[in-house]
């Protein structure tokens, strides 16, 4: 990469979320996508940490034989399993698909904290499991082995490995398309659908008060993960406005496959995480709500729902879909804001 000397400011109508060229990327100004520069200043005054949970409660109920049944135990591993290595996922995408290609500074600017929150995750996740004493060599192993944790991440890996090649490129028609692709599987799949039977499990837990810590370090999770879907969707919305020829019928019809393999595979984990179910929540249940949120995510980029279900989990939508982050957390983030403050 070279800067030309003597070169004029960037025009603004030459900023493109990707293939942008010439328009310098490392001049924030001027800025064209104002919702990323939006997004990275709320997820700053959203900062948290996995630390400052206690999980003492949950150690206690943990090592309970009485506090929670097999079911409930096999359940929150399971969780688990799929969320230790979901957010390492989550991060080389940012890494190493968005951030080698996208051409708007402002994003760029965002995915750097993006990318920081996905570590966040992970650390949260090796937290509860060293807390909680877990074995970790089962639990972060089990996308390898347990089958249904397999067949999610190998569905978002297998589409985005051209994407991954260190010579792809960006500014061919079959290129874009894949790039598109690439942010369509990783942003409304794998962030806006494949986390959400977990958080539900674990929200579950949290209504019976039973392993609040790591319910609560979830919710933190959650918060972050829904900007980082709305952050996704306005970036596909973004490219479809910039460059419309991607979005063909048959590059639609393609995305509605997608996100339908991805709803079964979503269920089918759901089956793994409860055979039985647990607080009054099935797979059964499950099926009906991610075929909810699915339709949701269709949606948001213009497509036609295709289940058109109730949401069998209302509790849900209040702590996940609505535009909460305004009073959710407004207890601690005020207290982290404060100890920064006197800290520094
Ligand atoms: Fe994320």
Same mark, same amino acid.
């Given at each position: 990469?070279?800067?030309?000397?003597?070169?004029?400011?960037?025009?603004?109508?030459?900023?493109?979320?990707?293939n942008?060229?010439?328009?310098?990327?490392?001049?924030?100004?001027?800025?064209?996508?104002?919702?990323?520069?939006?997004?990275?200043l709320?997820?700053?005054?959203?900062?948290?940490?996995?630390t400052?949970?206690?999980?003492?409660?949950?150690?206690?109920?943990w090592?309970?034989?009485?506090?929670?049944?097999?079911?409930?135990?096999k359940?929150?591993?399971?969780?688990?399993g799929?969320?230790?290595?979901?957010?390492?996922?989550?991060?080389?995408?940012?890494?190493?698909?968005?951030?080698?290609h996208?051409?708007?500074?402002?994003?760029?600017?965002?995915?750097?904290?993006?990318?920081?929150?996905?570590?966040?995750?992970?650390?949260?996740?090796?937290?509860?499991?060293?807390?909680?004493?877990?074995?970790?060599?089962?639990?972060?192993?089990m996308?390898?082995?347990?089958?249904?944790?397999?067949?999610?991440?190998?569905?978002?890996?297998?589409?985005?490995?051209?994407?991954f090649?260190?010579?792809?490129?960006?500014? =061919?028609?079959?290129?874009?398309?894949? @790039?598109?692709? %690439?942010?369509?599987? *990783?942003?409304?799949?794998? /962030?806006? #659908?494949?986390?959400?039977?977990?958080?539900?499990v674990?929200?579950?837990?949290?209504?019976?008060?039973?392993?609040?810590?790591?319910?609560?370090?979830?919710?933190?999770?959650?918060?972050?993960?829904?900007?980082?879907?709305?952050?996704?969707?306005?970036?596909?919305?973004?490219?479809k406005?910039?460059q419309?020829?991607l979005?063909?019928?048959?590059?639609?019809?393609?995305?509605?496959?997608?996100?339908?393999?991805?709803?079964?595979?979503?269920?089918?984990?759901?089956? =793994?995480?409860?055979?039985?179910?647990? @607080?009054?929540? %099935?797979?059964?249940g *499950?099926?009906?709500?991610? /075929?909810? #949120?699915?339709?949701?995510?269709?949606?948001?980029?213009d497509?036609?729902?295709?289940?058109?279900?109730?949401?069998?989990?209302?509790?849900?939508?209040?702590?996940v879909?609505?535009?909460?982050?305004?009073?959710?957390?407004?207890t601690?983030?005020?207290?982290?804001?404060?100890?920064?403050?006197?800290?520094?």
């Open positions: 990469m070279s800067i030309t000397k003597g070169a004029p400011f960037v025009d603004i109508n030459k900023r493109r979320l990707i942008g060229g010439d328009a310098d990327v490392m001049q924030l100004y001027p800025m064209r996508h104002t919702f990323a520069w939006e997004a990275y709320a997820s700053n005054a959203n900062h948290w940490l996995p400052e949970i206690s999980m003492q409660r949950d150690i206690e109920q090592k309970s034989p009485t506090a929670l049944t097999s079911d409930e135990r359940a929150f591993e399971t969780v688990l799929f969320f230790t290595t979901a957010d390492s996922i989550a991060a080389n995408n940012v890494v190493l698909a968005f951030y080698r996208v051409t708007s500074p402002e994003v760029r600017m965002y995915l750097l904290r993006q990318g920081y929150e996905e570590a966040i995750h992970t650390h949260a996740y090796q937290y509860i499991v060293e807390s909680l004493g877990m074995d970790e060599s089962r639990i972060f192993n996308y390898r082995e347990v089958e249904s944790i397999y067949n999610k991440d190998s569905m978002v890996l297998s589409l985005n490995e051209g994407v090649d260190p010579s792809f490129k960006t500014g =061919t028609f079959e290129n874009d398309q894949k @790039f598109l692709e %690439n942010m369509i599987v *990783f942003s409304l799949i794998m /962030e806006g #659908i494949f986390f959400y039977s977990s958080f539900a674990m929200f579950g837990f949290q209504r019976q008060n039973k392993l609040t810590g790591s319910a609560e370090q979830i919710q933190y999770i959650m918060r972050d993960e829904s900007m980082h879907l709305n952050v996704g969707i306005n970036m596909i919305n973004t490219i406005k910039e419309p020829e979005w063909t019928p048959e590059f639609q019809r393609h995305v509605i496959d997608l996100v339908k393999r991805a709803v079964v595979l979503e269920y089918t984990f759901a089956q =793994t995480v409860f055979p039985n179910g647990i @607080f009054g929540m %099935n797979a059964a *499950f099926k009906q709500y991610i /075929e909810h #949120i699915a339709d949701r995510r269709l949606e948001r980029v497509l036609p729902a295709q289940y058109n279900v109730a949401n069998p989990f209302p509790w849900m939508s209040e702590a879909d609505l535009n909460k982050e305004k009073n959710f957390f407004e601690r983030v005020t207290e982290y804001k404060t100890g920064g403050t006197l800290q520094w």
